[in-house]
């Protein structure tokens, strides 16, 4: 790892020398992680027509313990997993090429499984975060309800309602996979200073949390083990999946346009390399 900075939320970040990935460190300590019948409430009073039923994966809202742990500024670009590709000889299981055309090296990679996340993070000597570690990475000790704080706003992400004229020539003409190159939208940062937490991509997890008592109920379709996914992406357009507490269960084989992935490590790592 390169020298540590500080960022503008006041966070310790340092560079991964392999990839160049910035991480930011977060302190160890509690949050209160999943949502509450009244947060489920709200959304519904918000967002009618969905089933109560569809959020029992993010209950009960409870206190966690995470110990500390760094969590990419960014999600991995294409250029980034390209190089990764070249030098490691890897052979990906997602057609994750066919989104990563020219002008487009800064956006986020996708269509990758969730076992390519898993060996693009080991090549880069990181790894995939733990839901836990995601979603204090995205709400903090506070418990926002977005990233940014507790009111949603279609133009603090990217997501199909978005409206903002800085973006206009950034987003992919591709109606097939309209994402933006990372970072295009600070004032979205979550209270960490990490970027894109919530629309652009969904992102892979490690070590689903599985604590909630009905945590499992939205899985049984799936023919092999899931893996959830979290932050909304770009083909949203209501405020539901980019919710600090969303979570979406995929198989591990699924290679959408719409998922793609950010690393993490833990200090107590770091700081033996």
């Known amino acids: 790892m390169a ?3 500080v960022n503008r939320c006041g966070h310790d970040e340092c560079a991964n020398v392999q990839d160049g990935s910035v991480l930011i460190r977060i302190p160890a300590g509690e949050f209160s992680m999943g ?9 519904l009073l918000r967002c009618p027509g969905n089933s109560p039923e569809s959020f029992a994966a993010e209950r009960p809202r409870r206190t966690v313990f995470v110990e500390e742990f760094f969590i990419g500024r ?3 670009t294409n250029q980034q997993f390209s190089r990764f590709i070249c030098e490691s000889g890897y052979s990906a299981e997602g057609a994750w090429h066919r989104r990563a ?11 990758v499984t969730f076992s390519d996340a898993v060996a693009y993070s080991r090549w880069a000597g990181l790894r995939l975060p733990s839901e836990a570690e995601w979603e204090k990475a995205a709400r903090g000790t506070g418990g926002r309800h977005y990233p940014w704080g507790d009111t949603w706003d ?25 994402t933006i190159p990372v970072g295009m939208i600070p004032e979205g940062a979550s209270w960490c200073g990490a970027l894109d937490m919530a629309g652009n991509v969904w992102e892979w997890c490690d070590l689903p949390c599985l604590a909630q008592p009905d945590s499992r109920r939205d899985v049984g379709c799936f023919a092999e083990e899931p893996r959830f996914v979290r932050g ?24 959408s346009p719409y998922t793609g ?8 790592e770091t700081r033996s390399r």
């Open 101 to 111: 055309g020219p002008g487009r090296e800064r956006h986020p990679v996708v269509g």
């Open 3 to 5: 020298a540590t900075e």
């Open 154 to 178: 279609r133009n603090l992400c990217n997501n199909l309602t978005v409206d903002r004229g800085d973006l206009v020539g950034c987003r992919s003409v591709d109606l097939d996979c309209q």
């Open 232 to 255: 909304g992406s770009w083909h949203g357009d209501s405020p539901i999946p980019f919710r600090c507490a969303a979570r979406l269960a995929r198989p591990s084989s699924d290679s």
């Open 35 to 43: 949502s509450s019948d009244r947060d489920i409430e709200e959304i």
């Open 74 to 76: 960014h999600q991995i």
């Open 261 to 268: 992935f950010r690393c993490a490590w833990s200090a107590a």
